[in-house]
DNA sequence: GCAGCATATACCGATGATCGGTATATGAGA
DNA sequence: TCTCATATACCGATCATCGGTATATGCTGC
């Protein structure tokens, strides 16, 4: 799973929501860092549609525009958990080899 | 960056080693899901050669095989050092929105 | 003795997620 | 009136990765 398909299920963890809040909210969770392109947002949500990993959840007309709410699923929920804790997993080996890295090189790299 | 290139350069910050090794590094590293293909392995190698986060360490001849050996640079260290930063930020968040999901759905979802 | 496996580097085409751009439409603000 | 924000959707291009193959050697089991 790559980092937008990741952040776009974290999202949808926080309740069901429409795919351009989507937008919104993974570029404020990523503190500005990752602003999903219109592109990649809509085809990663046919994509989890397909896949099992979110479902629709409802639709509304706002001020004569369609909102598309999307929800994650059980199996989507069961998916970003594993999801997690391989992050969770692999940061953690990656900051124990840096760590000692840097005490037996005493910060003098190439 | 990558699952596998963000794997790499875990296995070389651990120091230098060539690229049969790294292979196997991270098949230990992962539990043995991830066994990165030779492909995948020299051009990530390669490619991260060129963007100056690793370089060349020496060679060796070890059975009459050669063995080429690789080590992090500082540049791929801080990299690494800010991709495993990235990477617990974002477990943290997803692990928050799915704690207080479960407190308000109670285990029921669709 | 030879087949198969592990070691080791390297190239190739295919796949598929993402990117960047565009199209369409409406309401709000300058 | 023009631009911007909202909102969905499609398109071609890019590029990391995958899966397979090629090449070569040494070790092990039959």
Known sequence: MREPTFLVLTALAGGPQHGYAVIEDIA??????????????????????????????????????LRRYYRLTA??????????????TQATIAERRLRIRRIELGGATS
Do not use: C, F, K
């Open 28 to 65: 404020g969770m990523t503190g500005g860092r990752v602003r999903l392109r219109a592109g990649t947002l809509y085809a990663a949500l046919d994509r989890l549609r397909t896949e099992g990993l979110i479902e629709a959840d409802r639709e509304e007309i706002v001020q004569s525009r």
């Open 75 to 88: 199996t989507g929920e069961r998916s970003l958990t594993a999801e997690t804790a391989r992050l969770r």
